[in-house]
């Protein structure tokens, strides 16, 4: 049985749920193309079974901040995934702020050593650092998940370097999380 994987790029294009903005780019944008690329590299290995949450650069999910939220676990719990990872771009009014970080809904989730393992491999690939994982319960698309669930930070928007590498190499990304994935479940 192939590992259910989960991709949801975590904003909609335009309100509501746009995610944020910096260096020209749009966070939506960005993990949109991180996600698919993502989703085609784990459907090649027959280990893993991947499906994404926005299957188009313009769709919109919900009409509102939570149904946007609630239409991603929604679908993720109907598909009945193994593993759900939202993908997210950071953002601070430190234009200096650098690196990635993961939340997840406990440490004592299967999806910390999961995110752990993501973190590692996307500093191996992209040179991103890690900032860590940290715990987050309050945030819906970890708690409403019925499979361990993380959101990972992929970089910073707001940082011109890290923006402009999100565009420009989304495939560097995809295979930082890749390469994570498969080394946290030990496949090849
Ligand atoms: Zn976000």
């Known amino acids: 049985m192939a590992i259910k994987i989960f991709i949801d790029q975590g904003h909609n294009p335009k309100n509501p749920n746009s995610g944020a903005e910096g260096n020209g780019f749009q966070e939506a944008d960005l993990v949109y193309r991180i996600g698919i690329i993502l989703r085609d590299m784990l459907n090649k290995n027959p280990e893993y079974e991947a499906i994404t949450s926005r299957n188009s650069p313009d769709e919109i999910l919900g009409t509102s901040n939570s149904t946007s939220l609630a239409a991603r676990v929604n679908a993720a719990n109907q598909w009945e ?88 190499n989304p495939g560097d990304y995809a295979l930082g999380i890749y390469d994570g994935i498969i080394n946290y479940f030990g496949t090849t």
């Open 81 to 168: 995934a193994d593993y759900f990872i939202s993908l997210h771009a950071n953002a601070s009014a430190n234009s200096s702020a650098t690196g990635s970080e993961a939340f997840v809904f406990s440490q004592t989730s299967k999806a910390s050593p999961l995110a752990e393992s993501i973190l590692k491999w996307l500093q191996y690939i992209v040179g991103t650092k890690s900032r860590g994982v940290f715990s987050r319960p309050g945030l819906y698309v970890l708690r409403r998940t019925q499979m361990p669930a993380t959101l990972v930070e992929l970089g910073f928007i707001t940082n011109a370097e890290e923006a402009r590498n999100m565009n420009e």
